[in-house]
Each structure stands twice: as C-alpha cells, then as structure tokens.
C-alpha cells in the first residue's frame, strides 16, 4: 500500500516524499577488520552454518534503498561488528531484486529494506529486524541473538506466569521485551503492562519508547496511549526529536501492518478499522490542523482503492474511482498551474518552522524540489495516474482501457515524468495501438534517461512492444 505517499503531501499543507534513486556502489566490509561476507549459493551457506553450527546473519538490500549504502559504509568496515559477527554468526547478503535474492526475500516476507534475517541451519527464521540503527544498535541486535535461548526460558516461564494471572509491572515489562525480541506477540501483554503502570510512570519517556518498540496493532490500548502521549516534532530537544521520531515511525508501522492484515485477509471490516486509526492518527499528529470532513473523505477513498486494487475487487474499485476521476478530469491544466504557484508561495514561510531533517528531504531532488512547486498539479496527475493503471490490470474491456487512456493522458499534460509517459504506452499497448505504444515508451525511456532512472524495465517492456 502506498501509505507512505498519497496522504504524505498533505501534511504541511503537503509532505512529498523524496524520489528513490538507483545507486550503484559495492558493499565494503570484506576487509580484515569488518564484516566477512559468505560467498557461494544459499544452499551452500545453509550447509556452512550447520557445519559450523552458528545461525545466518543475512543482510537484505535492494540498491535504491539510502539506509542499506549508509549501513554498508558505516558499519560493514567496523572492527566491533566483524570482531561480533564474524565469530558467532556465517553473514550472507541478498539484493531482493535480483536471482536468488528475489526468491529468499519473498519467502521470509522482506518488503523493507535493509532488512536483517538471523536464520536457522535448517532455514527456519530465529528473527527479523527492519531498519539501520546504527553501529550500536547492530551490535544489540547480535547480543539479542546470542541471548536467544535465555529469553526462549523467559517466554516459557512468563507464558505459565501470565496465564497464572500475574500483572505487577515489573514482571510484565520484562515479559513483554522478551516476547519482543523473539518476533512473537506482545499486544496483550503490553495493554496489560500499560494497565499496571502507576500513572505517574505512563508518560515517561523511557515508557513511551518501550511501548513504540513493542506495539504490533493499531487495535490496542497501546496504540491509543501512544496518540496520547506522541512527542512534539517541532521539539528544539534533540531527545525529544528523537523520541517523536520513534514514535511515529511505530505508529505508521502498525497502521501498515494493520492494512496488510486486512488486505490478505480482504476484510473490509478490518480495513475500516484501520480508516478510523488512520484519521485519529492524523489528528493526533497535528492536532492545529482541522481535517475536514471532505478531506478525511478523500483520505478513507484512497484507501479503499489500494484495498480493492490489492484484492482485485475491480467492481467495488470502479464505484469508488471513477467518480474521483471524473471531477478531477473536470479541473482545467491552466487552473491547477496557477494553483500550483498559489501554494508555493504559501508553503514557502511555513518552511521556516520544519525541522532540517524534513526540509533536507522535501529539496533532496531535484524530482522532490519540482513536486513541492506543483503540488496541486502533481497530486491530480498521481491520482489519475493509479486511477488509470489499476484500469490497465483489472479492466477487461475497451472501454474501461480507453477511459483510462484519457486519465492518463492528463496526467502527462499535468505533471509529465517518465512514469506517466510509460503507463500511457502501457495502455497504448493494451487497445491494439502498437505504433504509438512504442512512441511512448522509447519517450518514456529518454525522459527516465534524463532523470537518472534505471530503465531496465522500460527497455525490457519495449522489445515486447517491437516483437508484436
């Protein structure tokens, strides 16, 4: 689901995540102080560990991924983590989007990067850990391993203990940073940690962060404490910064976790729980803002269609989405351009107030720098753009391809990039017009050119087209 972008913009009056780029640097950390990486098959490396009688560390990367370079330059060479893993552990990397990588990240569920597996010789996953935190937290994460079969006793012991009944605190935190750290559920057992906690202690810094690193769902008492409790941003306190950032990085991870849930499940009760999370969740995070109710309309619809596209419930996806392509078809190019310079004069003072970290984001590109110029522009031509591929992969007849072959077309004129360009070529392709498809998509191809984009795909695509 696209979480992390279709509502993203709206949030300063509109937060634009950066553009993803192709980098291509090889991983260090094969030297003689840093992390020694296995070389050969999985199979082989299974064998190894058995062999050696240590579990996997296995680093997932993909090669756009920042956190995934910054972990290979900062801690891969470092003599504390080779001295740390290159002893207790057979280290193996995977780049998810190619051969054998492809197939391992899929079988463990990896869909963020990096993403550190510690395995079993027999394959079986011992824990999963998303994320770069540092040197430091790479090291804990390794001690959290080889602590493994204490906390195993831990869980055993406090599964009998909560049964049991017992609630006191003490006991409950412990139990629940067990649970934790072996990838099992806590939810129950941290509403009930939060129950027992003097409320004297509940908004302590040290409780928050135990409570943003061990929430599984949104449909807890712990979730609605951490909307509560949430850490200002714009705090000048690094600690407090750096605390709010947990935060809501805990509460977007269960939201998401909460909409796959329902997505696999194709639950429609699940997912207008996590609607309403999602708006209390906004509302939380700036409570200055008032969210109209045509806004958080607009939010719950975008949700919807990712769920009915996830599903291939292209029926109920049609009802919600047409409409929202047809009023937006109703506003004029000229009209969102001058919108467009409106509120780019408006954003510009607000600036001011963002943090550095996000200011460094929404300029990182030059791609992310056009898009806080054209908001308005951008926003339209993105919802028509997802409007009109979902049409291509669920559509069954003509008509629903040449409507989106307009929506799309719009998109280009609005907000043109290589993306749209494609996808109209795509489309091109799918109403018999093969000439221009391939116009298309070798424009397609130039413009990515242009922008640094890998165009593997696009050229892969095009000798499709060229073959008919």
């Given at each position: 689901?696209?979480?992390?972008?279709?509502?993203?913009?709206?949030?300063?009056?509109?937060?634009?995540?950066?553009?993803?780029r192709?980098?291509?640097?090889?991983?260090?950390?094969?030297?003689?102080?840093g992390?020694?990486f296995?070389?050969?098959s999985?199979?082989?490396?299974?064998?190894?560990?058995k062999?050696?009688?240590k579990?996997?560390f296995?680093?997932?990367y993909?090669?756009?991924?920042p956190?995934?370079?910054?972990?290979?330059?900062?801690?891969?060479?470092?003599?504390?983590?080779?001295?740390?893993?290159?002893?207790?552990?057979?280290?193996?990397?995977?780049?998810?989007?190619k051969g054998?990588?492809?197939?391992?990240?899929?079988?463990?569920?990896?869909?963020s990067?990096?993403?550190?597996?510690?395995?079993?010789?027999?394959?079986?996953?011992?824990?999963?850990?998303?994320?770069?935190?540092?040197?430091?937290?790479?090291?804990a994460?390794a001690?959290?391993?080889?602590?493994?079969?204490r906390?195993?006793?831990?869980i055993?012991?406090?599964?009998?203990d909560?049964?049991?009944?017992?609630?006191?605190?003490?006991?409950?935190?412990?139990?629940?940073?067990?649970r934790?750290v072996?990838?099992?559920?806590?939810?129950?057992?941290?509403?009930?940690?939060?129950?027992?906690?003097?409320?004297?202690?509940?908004?302590?810094?040290?409780?928050?962060?135990?409570?943003?690193?061990?929430?599984?769902?949104?449909?807890t008492?712990?979730f609605d404490?951490l909307l509560k409790?949430?850490?200002?941003?714009?705090?000048?306190?690094?600690?407090?910064?750096?605390?709010?950032?947990?935060?809501?990085?805990a509460l977007?991870r269960?939201?998401?976790n909460?909409?796959?849930?329902?997505?696999?499940?194709?639950?429609?009760?699940?997912?207008?729980?996590?609607?309403?999370?999602?708006?209390?969740?906004?509302a939380s995070g700036?409570?200055?803002?008032?969210?109209?109710?045509?806004?958080?309309?607009?939010?719950?619809?975008?949700?919807?269609?990712?769920?009915?596209?996830?599903?291939?419930?292209?029926?109920?996806?049609r009802?919600?989405?047409?409409?929202?392509?047809?009023?937006?078809?109703?506003?004029?190019?000229?009209?969102?351009?001058?919108?467009?310079?409106?509120?780019?004069?408006?954003?510009k003072?607000?600036?001011a107030?963002?943090?550095?970290s996000?200011?460094?984001?929404?300029?990182s590109?030059?791609?992310?720098?056009?898009?806080?110029?054209?908001?308005?522009?951008?926003k339209?031509a993105?919802?028509?753009?997802?409007?009109?591929?979902?049409?291509?992969?669920?559509?069954?007849?003509?008509?629903d391809?040449?409507?989106?072959?307009?929506?799309i077309?719009?998109?280009?004129?609005?907000?043109?990039?290589?993306r749209?360009?494609?996808?109209?070529?795509?489309?091109?392709?799918?109403?018999?017009?093969?000439?221009?498809?391939?116009?298309?998509?070798?424009?397609?191809?130039?413009?990515?050119?242009?922008?640094?984009?890998?165009?593997?795909?696009?050229?892969?695509?095009?000798?499709?087209?060229?073959?008919?």
């Open positions: 689901m696209k979480l992390r972008f279709s509502r993203l913009i709206l949030c300063l009056t509109l937060l634009i995540a950066p553009d993803t192709v980098w291509s640097a090889a991983f260090p950390g094969d030297g003689p102080s992390i020694r296995f070389k050969g999985w199979k082989d490396v299974l064998a190894e560990a062999r050696q009688n579990p996997v296995l680093d997932v993909t090669t756009w991924c956190p995934c370079k910054r972990m290979a330059r900062e801690a891969f060479p470092n003599p504390a983590i080779g001295a740390k893993f290159n002893v207790h552990f057979i280290n193996y990397q995977i780049d998810a989007e054998e990588g492809f197939t391992l990240a899929k079988q463990y569920n990896v869909t990067y990096p993403t550190a597996l510690y395995i079993a010789p027999n394959g079986d996953l011992l824990n999963k850990l998303v994320g770069y935190g540092g040197i430091k937290g790479m090291l994460q001690d959290q391993m080889l602590a493994m079969p906390i195993r006793e831990t055993i012991k406090g599964d009998k909560y049964v049991d009944g017992r609630r006191d605190p003490t006991f409950l935190k412990k139990y629940v940073l067990a934790q072996a990838n099992q559920s806590t939810s129950d057992a941290l509403d009930a940690y939060l129950d027992a906690l003097p409320e004297a202690e509940r908004p302590a810094d040290d409780t928050r962060a135990l409570v943003a690193g061990a929430i599984q769902s949104a449909n008492k712990a404490y409790n949430r850490p200002s941003p714009l705090s000048s306190d690094p600690a407090q910064q750096a605390l709010a950032s947990i935060v809501y990085n977007y269960v939201l998401a909460d909409f796959k849930q329902a997505c696999a499940a194709s639950d429609e009760a699940l997912l207008e729980k996590f609607i309403i999370n999602s708006e209390r969740n906004a700036n409570p200055f803002v008032i969210h109209k109710d045509v806004q958080k309309q607009e939010a719950a619809n975008d949700y919807r269609l990712t769920f009915y596209k996830q599903t291939a419930n292209f029926a109920k996806y009802a919600i989405a047409e409409p929202i392509a047809q009023q937006l078809m109703s506003q004029s190019v000229t009209d969102l351009h001058k919108k467009d310079s409106s509120l780019a004069v408006q954003i003072p607000m600036m107030f963002v943090p550095d996000l200011k460094k984001q929404l300029t590109t030059p791609e992310s720098e056009r898009q806080t110029q054209h908001i308005a522009s951008w339209v993105y919802t028509l753009s997802e409007i009109a591929d979902t049409y291509r992969q669920l559509g069954s007849t003509s008509t391809w040449t409507l989106a072959l307009a929506w077309a719009r998109s280009i004129d609005l907000y043109r990039t290589h749209y360009l494609n996808g109209y070529a795509l489309l091109l392709k799918k109403i018999g017009r093969t000439d221009d498809a391939i116009t298309a998509q070798e424009e397609a191809i130039r413009e990515a050119g242009k922008a640094d984009w890998n165009t593997r795909r696009y050229e892969k695509e095009l000798a499709e087209m060229q073959r008919q």
